[in-house]
């Protein structure tokens, strides 16, 4: 066989090979590079490059929307709606065509201003999601926030300790009746306290009665009940440890206008059946409107 013919016939045999040996080369990479560390493999691949680390610690905080729309906005603060607004407690609305309906009073902290709003209202650009006998839910944009009855917290935080001295940052002695006022026209009062108050009162009828007799109807032109002014007929106490004066005269109370000693007498059926645990009343005092908030504890 001539040279010519003798390297013809080699080069069709390796040819004919090169596909099966590059099958096996490929087979020998794949089964050792799954028992070699990233960093060597990245050194097989790039001798001349150092090895990168494949661990990567992102953010907690990483806001995922930035990165899906670059025109999101900034999320506001986390705890803005907490530090903001302050729940005072929750109550069930009166005559509710949707029958019991919770309804919450709320301060807002930034304006100065007290509200009753109920379930999926708003409050501006806050939305009320959901309203707890002791907390509510409050949306804004992408932050959301839960309130709890006296004072704010995250989901890691825990309260301890006398709840009224939470609402005020400090302790002190309360009233006879289980009442410590938290702000100018704002206390705090024991539930139990004022149950057994509840039960001495019902116990001697005389009582009960001089406290509604103090309660005088108050009529508009069209003889209609707009309200009821205290003239202090007895448990005069109780009534200093509300916070109320001589001559006052209450038109609401949780946003229902009090047009009967009817009404008042639900108010007193809401606290003993522990259906309410804030009563705010809209009092009337020397020409000025108050709101006087009792939160019960």
Request: hydrophobic residues 40%; glycine residues 8%; aromatic residues 8%.
């Amino acid at each position: 066989m001539t040279p010519d013919r003798r390297y013809a016939s080699l080069l069709r045999r390796l040819a004919a090979a090169l596909p099966l040996v590059a099958c096996a080369l490929g087979g020998w990479v794949v089964y050792h590079t799954q028992t070699l560390p990233l960093p060597a493999i990245h050194a097989m691949a790039s001798p001349s490059v150092a090895p990168v680390s494949p661990s990567v610690v992102l953010p907690e905080s990483l806001d995922w929307s930035v990165f899906q729309n670059e025109q999101a906005p900034t999320p506001v603060a986390r705890g803005a709606l907490s530090r903001r607004f302050r729940l005072a407690g929750t109550f069930f609305a009166y005559g509710s065509e949707a029958g019991d309906t919770r309804r919450a009073v709320l301060h807002d902290l930034q304006s100065s201003v007290q509200m009753i709003i109920g379930e999926g209202e708003s409050m501006g650009d806050v939305e009320v999601v959901h309203i707890a006998s002791d907390r509510v839910i409050l949306r804004r944009g992408l932050e959301e926030a839960e309130l709890w009855l006296g004072f704010s917290r995250s989901d890691s935080e825990r309260s301890t300790g006398d709840p009224m001295a939470e609402e005020t940052g400090k302790s002190g002695d309360a009233s006879a009746f289980g009442g410590r006022k938290t702000g100018e026209h704002s206390w705090v009062f024991s539930r139990d306290a004022l149950q057994e108050y509840y039960q001495e009162v019902l116990d001697d009828p005389e009582r009960l009665v001089r406290i509604f007799d103090s309660m005088k109807a108050v009529r508009g032109s069209d003889r209609r009940i707009s309200g009821y002014r205290l003239d202090i007929l007895g448990e005069g106490d109780f009534y200093r440890a509300a916070g109320m004066q001589q001559g006052d005269v209450v038109r609401k109370v949780n946003g229902m206008k009090m047009t009967s000693r009817r009404r008042a007498e639900f108010f007193i059926g809401e606290f003993a059946r522990n259906r309410a645990n804030v009563f705010e009343m809209e009092v009337e005092r020397n020409g000025q409107t108050l709101n006087l908030t009792y939160q019960i504890r």
